[in-house]
């Protein structure tokens, strides 16, 4: 095997690992409702984030964009594919500390989501795919397309389902109140 096969048998590797160890943990491998749909857009439902995409696909592509500047930035000697190796490495191990219990309660505890109990294996390793076109994309991409795709994807999610990658992170980080109001249909227009 040549040396530039490696990062991708690693990166397969290293997402063969984390659904192993989603599955040990206690992870469903596709919804408990039976079936696997290639879409489900009712992000409020029981069968978010089992199938293989939805709405929060969305923010798995940005994780590949941000993923491939970030390493740009402070590894651009590495081969390409060793950061593609990497950005593996950081999806797939979010994927594994979003399903731990203490995560899905904090999601629970602070966000719209009081339901969720954490995405089926056939979801999250959806995502660590969804997070290498967003990678791929983003080497191919003039930098102006991947921001305009970046903003359009968190501009698209807001209006859709009143979510987003960066609405994500500040709902786990630091809960506001009236975000939550608005994303639970509550928020009134002030005039």
Known sequence: MTN??????????????AALWMLYD???LICPCGTIK???????????????????????VIHGFLFYAFLWLVARRLPLAWRFA???AIEAAWEVFENSEIIIERYRAVTISVDYNGDSILNSVADIVA?????ALARVLPVWASVALVIGFE????????????????????PIDQIL??????????P
């Open 181 to 190: 109001e608005w994303q639970a249909g509550l928020a009134q227009v002030q």
């Open 38 to 60: 290639l879409w489900h857009a009712d992000p409020g439902s029981p069968e978010s984030s089992q199938h293989v995409a939805d709405w929060y696909t969305l923010s798995h």
């Open 86 to 88: 990497i950005a593996t």
């Open 131 to 135: 997070m290498w076109i967003g990678f």
């Open 26 to 28: 206690g992870r469903d």
């Open 4 to 17: 530039r096969v490696w990062p991708f048998v690693i990166s397969f590797l290293i997402v063969a690992a």
């Open 155 to 174: 501009v698209l999610a807001a209006i859709v389902i009143r979510d987003g990658l960066l609405l994500n992170i500040i709902m786990l980080v630091y």
